[in-house]
């Protein structure tokens, strides 16, 4: 058939699209490409009503090509079963004869993986996101296709950037978090800037009985303050932008955000909007039609959050009861069975060296000169001269 992409004979034109050159080349193209194998019918027949003008108009023009097509669809469907049918039946007895349409029966019978069983069409969501392809911004569907790409072969990726001359030093551990779309733990990072030992290496299995061995997951610094933050963000954002270049905008749209939250609260609200700042980031790391620009649509996070009344803040504070009072272990011994804090500067936190966050260590995390929310070491009030 002549329409099934013979390059001998000029398209198939339906009625109703007579003069139409390029949706006719358009809907010939998906048709070649199911063919092929590179889409699914439900793909090939969503992308199909979505190129003809007026498809959705009963009675139409458009509705009688796009009804045209999708017969198309059909009967290449069952050509190709129908080839898959006789290679199958010739039990190692040679290929399928090459004059399957467009020699594209030949390559179904063989281009899917082994492991793909599935049929697409039974996928709503895989047609859902061809319907909404194209009301992501230029940025999401660039980091969505970069992100498919990278998921083909995640370990090589990460080999060409240890082998970059160009890369930066960080986590081996985060680098993969980013290859792979989540969040980077800032408390990793901040924790590899002060770090001057080996760690311990873990084993990270990345699909395919592929494992990655990386430091210790256990970080020994926490991002606690302001100052925390702008530094391990720093480092992630230039990471991030690294294997993300076309991010930088919206890395520094977020951090502007973020900085924004700092400068207007009081610095006894900035532990929540560190909190915050972990939750806006796990949350678009889940999702592929949200990024870090949007900073108009976490009104609701910073509610939650930052307001005294917020259910995120109210939980995390009565977690951090919970974890107070079973660190006191009910006894006499340690010198805080009651669970209570202790009134006294955290000298490991004043050494920046203090395991346990805020609200969970039993000290105060207070500077031990001036009693503010910083350690002693970057306190700029004179030290008290002795006398």
Known sequence: MSENGDQS??????PGLAGQTDVVKRCTALVKDFRDGKISKAIASTKIMQAIPSAFMEGGSGEQAAQAYLEILD??????????????????????RSKSPGGGGRRDSRSPSPRRK?????LPWLVEDYILENTLSPTLAKTKAMLANHARDPKYI?????NSAYHISFPESEWLAIVKGQAVDLNKVITSQFSVSHERQRAESIGDDVKLLFGSSTPTKTVSTQSDW?????????????????????????????????????????????????????????RRDLELGDCAQFGHWERS????????????????KDASGSR????????????????EPCNRFNDERCPSSKAACRYLHICSRCKRNHPVTKCDRPAAVPQ
Do not use: C
């Open 230 to 286: 702008i530094t391990a963000w720093t480092k992630a954002a230039e990471a991030t932008t690294f294997v993300f270049p076309h991010r930088k905008r919206e890395l520094e749209k977020y951090r502007q955000y973020v900085m924004d939250l700092f400068t207007s609260s009081a610095e006894q609200v900035h532990e929540r909007i560190i909190l915050l700042d972990r939750k806006l980031r796990n949350e678009v790391a889940g």
């Open 158 to 162: 990460l080999e060409t950037i240890a």
């Open 305 to 320: 959050f930052l307001n005294d009344n917020g259910a995120a803040y109210l939980e995390s504070k009565s977690k951090a």
């Open 9 to 14: 004979a000029p398209p198939f034109v339906p």
């Open 118 to 122: 599935v049929d697409d069409s039974m």
């Open 328 to 343: 006191g272990g009910g006894g006499s011994s340690g010198g805080g069975g009651d669970g209570q804090k202790k009134k």
């Open 75 to 96: 009967q290449t469907e069952k050509e190709l079963a129908e080839v898959a049918k006789r290679g199958a039946g010739g039990a190692g007895g040679g290929r399928p």
